[in-house]
C-alpha cells in the first residue's frame, strides 16, 4: 500500500489535480446525498466530499456509514472551496474502507484531562499531540547535530547500575536474578569512564528517578540528554551549555513554526541568546531574601524557591556554586572556597526552574573517597568509579538536560506530562 500524497500536499497542487490519499476519518457531516468527510493524516486535515455524479452510490453509502477513525482510501480531484478550511477539498472519486471503526470512538469533545491520560493510546492521534511531537523531535535533532558539530561521539550506556548517582532517595531497585540492582538515575558515571577514550561525549536516553512527591515537573522516567568533556572547567562547561541550549531552541522554533502556530505557542528567540546571566547561589538566597524568602544557607533550592527566583529574570540564567550540602558527592569543591561547589543549574526564567544540572567533578582520588565517606557511602560501591581518578586523572565537567523540561518551558504546556508520548509519573503507568 503505497502512499502517493499527504495531505498537506493538497494545498500545494493545482486545482483540478487527481490525487490518492491514505488516512483516518476524524469527522462525517451528511447533507442529504452529500457527505463530507473531515480526513486526517500525520501532515494534516482535509475536507474530502462524496457525491453521487463524481463517486458512485456505493461510495456515498459507504462514506454516510463511516465510523469516527475508520482508515481510508481516497481518490479524487483537488478542488478550489472557499468555504473549505484551507481553501481545499477533495471531490471525491473512489472511496475505500481500509480498517473500520468498531463502536463509539472514545474520545469526545469535553472529556477531562485524566480520561485523556487514560486513553493516550488513542489521544496520540490529536493534531495537538503530533505537534508536540514533532516540535519534541525537532529539538532532539538538534542537540544531536550540535553535539556532533562540536566533535563530541554519541555513546549508549547502561541502564542497570549498582550504585546510586543522585542519591539513594529517587532510586529505583530491582530484582536482578537475585541481586540488588537499580535503574539508573543518569550515566554520567559511564560517561566520566568513557571520556578517556573519546575526551567528548553524549548520550540520550531515559533516566529514572522514583521521585514521590506529585508535581507538575517530575516523571519517574524522562529523557536525558547528558554530556560530560576531558580537559574541561567549569567556565567552559558553562559555555557549551548556553551554546547547546540556545542552539537547540532557535533551530526548533524555525523548524516548526507552524507547529508552534498550531499550538498557539509564540516564542521569542532573543530570549535564549548568549549569554546567560552567572549567579552564585549566595547571590540567590540574597535575591530571595529581597523578596521575603529565607532558606538557610546549605539548603537546596526546593520549587517554590525557584519559582520566586526565576520570577526575576527574563532569560535563562546560571546559579553557579551551591554548597556541597545540596548537591551530590562528585561535585568538586571550590579550592578558594572548599563550602561550595563547581556547580551550576540552568535554570528557566518567568516562573518555570531548571532545566540543566552538572558541574565540574573531583579528579583527585584521596578527595573521592573522602567526599563518598563524608557523605556516609560505601566507597567499595564505587570502586571502578574511583579507578578512574588512579590513572591518569584529568580535570573534568559535564552536565544533563531533561528534554521534557526544556520541551514544557518552550510550549509553555502545564504539566510536564504533556512532553511524553506516554508519561510516567508515580500515578501513572498505564498504558
Ligand atoms: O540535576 P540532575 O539530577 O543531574 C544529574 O542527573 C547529573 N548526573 C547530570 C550530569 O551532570 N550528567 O538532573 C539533570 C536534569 C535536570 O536539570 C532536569 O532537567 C532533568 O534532568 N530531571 C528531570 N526531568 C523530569 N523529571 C524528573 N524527575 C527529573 N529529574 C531530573
Ligand atoms: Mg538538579
Redesign the pocket.
Known amino acids: 500500500m503505497l502512499k502517493s500524497a499527504y495531505v498537506e500536499e493538497v494545498f500545494t497542487l493545482r486545482a483540478g489535480d487527481r490525487v490518492e490519499l491514505l488516512g483516518w476519518v476524524r469527522n462525517v457531516r451528511q447533507h442529504g446525498k452529500l457527505v463530507f468527510l473531515d480526513l486526517r493524516d500525520s501532515t494534516g486535515v482535509v475536507q474530502v466530499t462524496v457525491k453521487t455524479g463524481v463517486a458512485d452510490e456505493e461510495a456515498v453509502k459507504t462514506a454516510s456509514t463511516l465510523g469516527r477513525e475508520a482508515s481510508v482510501k481516497v481518490v479524487g480531484r483537488v478542488v478550489e472551496d472557499r468555504r473549505a478550511p484551507g481553501g481545499r477539498e477533495i471531490l471525491c472519486e473512489r472511496l475505500e474502507v481500509v480498517g473500520r471503526a468498531y463502536g463509539e470512538y472514545p474520545i469526545k469533545p469535553g472529556v477531562g484531562p485524566r480520561f485523556l491520560y487514560d486513553n493516550r493510546h488513542l489521544y496520540l492521534r490529536s493534531p495537538k499531540v503530533s505537534a508536540i511531537m514533532k516540535i519534541r523531535s525537532a529539538m532532539v535533532e538538534a542537540a544531536r547535530r550540535w553535539f556532533i558539530e562540536h566533535g563530541f561521539t554519541e555513546i549508549h550506556c547502561p541502564t542497570f547500575i549498582t550504585a546510586a548517582?543522585?542519591g539513594g532517595a529517587t532510586l529505583f531497585e530491582v530484582n536482578y536474578f537475585g541481586r540488588k540492582a537499580y535503574l539508573t538515575?543518569?550515566v554520567?558515571f559511564y560517561?566520566e569512564a568513557a571520556i578517556y577514550g573519546l575526551e567528548k561525549v553524549f548520550s540520550i536516553q531515559p533516566?529514572f528517578?522514583a521521585?514521590k512527591s506529585k508535581t507538575r515537573?517530575?516523571?519517574t522516567e524522562?529523557w536525558?540528554i547528558?554530556a560530560?568533556m576531558a580537559f574541561t572547567e567549569l567556565p567552559e562547561l558553562l559555555e557549551t551549555v548556553e551554546q547547546l541550549i540556545s542552539y537547540m531552541v532557535v533551530e526548533t522554533v524555525e523548524k516548526r513554526k507552524r507547529e508552534f502556530t498550531e499550538l498557539g505557542r509564540r516564542f521569542n528567540v532573543e530570549v535564549v541568546e548568549p549569554p546567560f546571566e552567572r549567579i552564585k547561589y549566595e547571590e540567590a538566597l540574597n535575591i530571595l531574601e529581597s523578596k521575603g524568602v529565607t532558606i538557610s544557607w546549605g539548603e537546596d533550592l526546593g520549587a517554590d524557591e525557584e519559582r520566586i527566583l526565576t520570577e526575576q529574570f527574563d532569560k535563562p540564567f546560571f546559579v553557579t556554586h551551591y554548597p556541597k550540602e545540596a548537591k551530590a558527592f562528585y561535585h568538586m569543591p571550590d579550592p578558594s572556597n572548599p563550602r561550595v561547589t563547581l556547580s551550576a543549574?540552568l535554570l528557566a526564567p518567568k516562573g518555570y526552574g531548571?532545566?540543566?544540572?552538572?558541574g565540574q567533578r573531583i579528579h583527585d582520588y584521596k578527595l573521592l573517597i573522602q567526599r563518598i565517606e563524608e557523605e556516609n557511602l560505601n566507597p567499595q560501591d564505587y570502586r571502578w568509579y574511583l579507578d578512574l581518578r588512579k590513572y591518569g586523572t584529568i580535570p573534568h565537567s559535564?552536565?544533563?538536560?531533561?528534554v521534557?523540561?526544556l520541551l514544557q518551558w518552550i510550549l509553555n504546556l502545564r504539566n510536564?506530562r504533556s512532553a511524553c508520548l506516554f508519561p510516567r509519573t508515580r500515578q501513572r503507568i498505564y498504558p
Open positions: 548517582v543522585e538515575q543518569s554520567q560517561q533516566s528517578r521521585e515537573r517530575h516523571l524522562f536525558h547528558e560530560e543549574d531548571e532545566i540543566v544540572g552538572g559535564g552536565f544533563g538536560l531533561g521534557e523540561r510536564i
